[in-house]
């Protein structure tokens, strides 16, 4: 299996991951030890990669689809 690793430097990490958590925030569940109170489902890192593999999925699936798209020829197919 291929790996893909990302290094982010230290002084650049909290930017990345807000920048992140802005575009797509964490979702958030019920803290089970405060009731009426929520807590984030995933940590930022854990947040920032789960964004990230969903991003990679979502570009091999439009590139598969254009693709397909591309491969469709309906110009011999004569309608009147």
């Known amino acids: 299996m291929a790996e893909l690793k990302i290094t982010i430097p230290d ?9 992140i958590k802005a575009v797509h925030p964490i979702p958030v ?3 089970p030890e405060n009731i009426g ?4 489902e995933y940590t930022d890192a ?3 990669k789960f964004v990230v593999i969903n991003f990679l999925k979502s570009q091999v699936a439009r590139a598969e ?3 397909a798209r591309d491969a469709i ?3 011999d197919i004569e309608l009147t």
């Open 29 to 31: 569940k019920e803290d």
């Open 46 to 48: 854990a947040w920032a």
């Open 65 to 67: 689809m254009m693709s």
């Open 11 to 19: 002084n650049k990490t909290k930017r990345v991951l807000d920048a």
């Open 37 to 40: 109170e929520t807590i984030p």
């Open 73 to 75: 020829n309906v110009s």
